[in-house]
């Protein structure tokens, strides 16, 4: 009710200025306790070895830098994911670099990872009061060559470990050079490897298994699907992300901003969404759990997600269009299934 008020001032404002004062606004209620605390009547869900309270979670690149980490969780998430964090601080793509296309519920960004750098999150989770689930979404500089990658997602490993639930690998993203080129067999599996490496000897000397998700992109084909599966398989990764923005323009050609460079997201993805976890769901058959983002605009989207072989979903867009009463909306289409 509040947010179809809000919505419209929203709009009418520059999509990354509108982003931020909703995100300070949120901050300003939540200090006044002005924020409703959502009742939490849901079945937890057990994934990756973690007890999520409910299965909808904030997606990794609202909250880059987790600086709204206690704001946002009093939208009744199940857990939260902050991120993309890289190394060293970021600015990003040069502005304008955030576009809605209204008609079709969709965004295309190409914000291009910008972030305050991995010590400055990890003091925001630590000034944090929050205490529930948060992944830790983690990413390399934009000019880090490909060929050093695996060294800014260890290092960003390292630092976040202590502080995070799970940490996601983010080799998705289509607004930083060559980044999903780290998808092809040889690198992925490289990256992988040295990424197990690095969570075996953190595990061992701080005694807290902190498990690794995968975030893959929606462009990827059936045979690269398999391939990223197989890698999974062979690495013991604990978990898969699908999917990140796309460069598919399918759904909203002749829209303005249509063309504009970046990653889509919101409606026009879900179905290329959707098709790559139901093929990751055939290959992994239930061995590795499946989180599922992309273009989850109501309750009925994120069962579908389920029913595509997700066991989490997470959203991003929705919230823009729908505001956060997508959240409970989302808990009631699920609760009402378990019920049945
Ligand atoms: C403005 C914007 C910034 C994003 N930044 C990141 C990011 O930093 N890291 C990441 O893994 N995904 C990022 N994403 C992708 C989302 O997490 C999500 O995978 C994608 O938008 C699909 O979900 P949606 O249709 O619900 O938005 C971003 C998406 C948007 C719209």
Request: proline letters at 6%; aromatic letters at 4%.
């Amino acid at each position: 009710m509040m947010y179809s008020l809000a919505r419209p001032l929203f709009f009418l404002l520059d999509p990354e200025k509108a982003h931020h004062l909703a995100l300070e606004s949120l901050r300003l209620a939540n200090a006044a306790g002005l924020t409703g605390r959502i009742r939490n009547d849901n079945k937890p869900v057990s994934v990756m070895g973690l007890e999520f309270p409910n299965p909808v979670g904030l997606a990794a690149g609202l909250d880059k830098n987790g600086d709204y980490i206690d704001a946002l969780s009093s939208l009744g998430f199940g857990w939260l994911e902050i991120g993309t964090v890289t190394p060293r601080p970021q600015p990003g793509n040069p502005k304008p670099r955030l576009f809605r296309l209204p008609k079709s519920n969709a965004v295309i960004n190409r914000m291009g990872f910008n972030n305050l750098g991995v010590d400055k999150l990890v003091e925001n989770v630590r000034n944090a009061r929050y205490k529930g689930i948060l992944g830790i979404n983690i990413g390399k500089n934009f000019d880090t060559p490909l060929e050093s990658a695996s060294n800014d997602y260890l290092a960003c490993l390292e630092k976040v470990y202590p502080h995070a639930s799970y940490v996601t690998v983010n080799i998705s993203s289509p607004n930083t050079k060559n980044l999903r080129k780290l998808q092809q067999s040889d690198e992925l599996d490289h990256l992988l490897e040295s990424l197990k490496r690095k969570q075996a000897e953190l595990e061992g000397l701080s005694g807290k298994h902190v498990p690794l998700a995968l975030k893959i992109s929606p462009d990827l084909s059936e045979s690269e699907i398999d391939e990223i599966s197989s890698l999974l398989l062979k690495h013991e990764i604990e978990g898969v992300i699908a999917t990140n923005t796309t460069l598919s323009r399918t759904g909203v050609e002749g829209q303005l901003h249509a063309s504009e460079a970046g990653g889509l997201s919101g409606e026009p993805l879900r179905e290329a969404s959707n098709g790559v976890i139901r093929r990751l769901h055939s290959c992994l058959a239930g061995k590795i759990p499946i989180i599922g983002v992309g273009g989850i605009m109501n309750g009925e989207d994120a069962m579908e997600k389920l029913d595509a072989g997700a066991t989490l979903v997470q959203v991003y867009s929705g919230l823009i269009y729908r505001g956060p009463g997508l959240v409970p909306e989302i808990l009631n289409a699920w609760n009402e299934r378990r019920d049945k």
